[in-house]
Structure formats: C-alpha cells, structure tokens
C-alpha cells in the first residue's frame, strides 16, 4: 500500500514537471517569436529603469547616460537568456529526478536538450522578423542550464541534509 502511495506521488511529481519544462519552453518560444521592434521594446523599457534608478545616485551627461543605457540594454538581454534556461535546467533535472536514472544521466540529458533547444530557439529567430541568431546566446543560454543543474544538485544536497538532521532528531 505504502509503495502504491509513492509511485502515484512520484507521478504526480512527473506530470507537474513536465508540465512545468513544456511551460517554460513555450515561454522562451514566445520571447523568440517577438518581432525584433517588440523585443527591443521590452528590453529597452527595463534598462531604461535601470539607468533612471542610477541617475538618481549619480547624474550623467545626455551622452554618458546613452552610452550606459545601451550597455545596460545588452545587459539585460543576456541576463534574460542566462534567467530563462537556468529554469530549464532546474525544470528539466527536477522532471528527470521523478525517473528511475542516475545523477550523471540526469545531467548529460538536461545539458544535451538545453543544448538542442537554446541552437532551436536561436533558428527560430532567424524566421522572426527583424531578429538574428547569436552563437554566444546559445553560450550564454548554455551557461544558464548549467548553472540551473548547480543550483539543483545544491538544493537537493541541502535537502537531504535538513532530512538526516530531522530524521536523527525523531531517533533521539
């Protein structure tokens, strides 16, 4: 009874993961069907922020201040690459733990299909209009995986820690 419990959690788990994988990637397919004038747009209001919020602190020349505005915008578009598939690389090793796999497996998958779909979404641009493909966004974007494998493994590892000490505390 016990283990017919776990499995339907355990599927459970699978179904929201997987749902939770596809929903991010329909989100990053969203951002890349963006026409380049509604991209720009988006990321261009965010670093406008920004650069409003710092010339509070320190005022810039007209010159200086669209220099940093420009910096800023590249910026804030490669953190948003590194944003999004750091959630692909915790979605997709969160849905790979529901599935009877080792750590290392877990991990060469999740970076083969962040590889595939960041190299995807790039193509995907080249039909967008107005919008191109970038090999270092499919660094950065592989960067971003990888980085959301770390901060799995750490929270998985913190986990089992917290579950040891309470499971030492109920023994005592």
Same mark, same amino acid.
């Given at each position: 009874?016990?283990?017919?419990?776990?499995?339907?959690?355990?599927? @459970?788990?699978?179904?929201?993961?997987?749902?939770?994988?596809?929903?991010?990637? &329909? @989100?990053?397919?969203?951002?890349?069907?963006?026409?380049?004038?509604?991209?720009?747009?988006?990321?261009?209001?965010?670093?406008?922020?920004?650069?409003?919020?710092?010339?509070?602190?320190?005022?810039?020349?007209?010159?200086?201040?669209?220099?940093?505005?420009?910096?800023?915008?590249?910026?804030?578009?490669?953190?948003?690459?590194?944003?999004?598939?750091?959630?692909?690389?915790?979605?997709?090793?969160?849905?790979?733990?529901?599935?009877?796999?080792?750590?290392?497996?877990?991990?060469?998958?999740?970076?083969?299909?962040?590889?595939?779909?960041?190299?995807?979404?790039?193509?995907?641009?080249?039909?967008?209009?107005?919008?191109?493909?970038?090999?270092?966004? &499919?660094?950065?974007?592989?960067?971003?995986?990888?980085?959301?494998?770390?901060?799995?493994?750490?929270?998985? @590892?913190? @986990?089992?820690?917290?579950?040891?000490?309470?499971?030492?505390?109920?023994?005592?």
């Amino acid at each position: 009874m016990e283990r017919k419990i776990s499995d339907r959690n355990n599927k @459970i788990k699978q179904i929201i993961f997987a749902i939770l994988t596809i929903s991010i990637f &329909v @989100i990053i397919f969203n951002f890349s069907n963006q026409d380049a004038e509604e991209s720009e747009g988006l990321s261009s209001n965010i670093a406008k922020s920004v650069v409003d919020f710092l010339q509070k602190i320190h005022q810039f020349d007209s010159v200086n201040k669209e220099m940093l505005l420009i910096k800023t915008d590249v910026v804030v578009r490669k953190l948003a690459h590194f944003s999004l598939y750091t959630v692909v690389g915790i979605m997709l090793m969160s849905f790979l733990s529901t599935i009877d796999t080792s750590k290392s497996t877990r991990v060469t998958i999740t970076v083969i299909i962040g590889i595939i779909y960041a190299m995807s979404d790039e193509i995907h641009q080249i039909f967008t209009p107005g919008r191109t493909a970038h090999f270092t966004d &499919v660094m950065i974007d592989t960067g971003g995986v990888l980085f959301g494998i770390l901060v799995f493994v750490c929270i998985e @590892i913190l @986990i089992a820690k917290i579950i040891k000490i309470v499971e030492k505390n109920e023994k005592e």
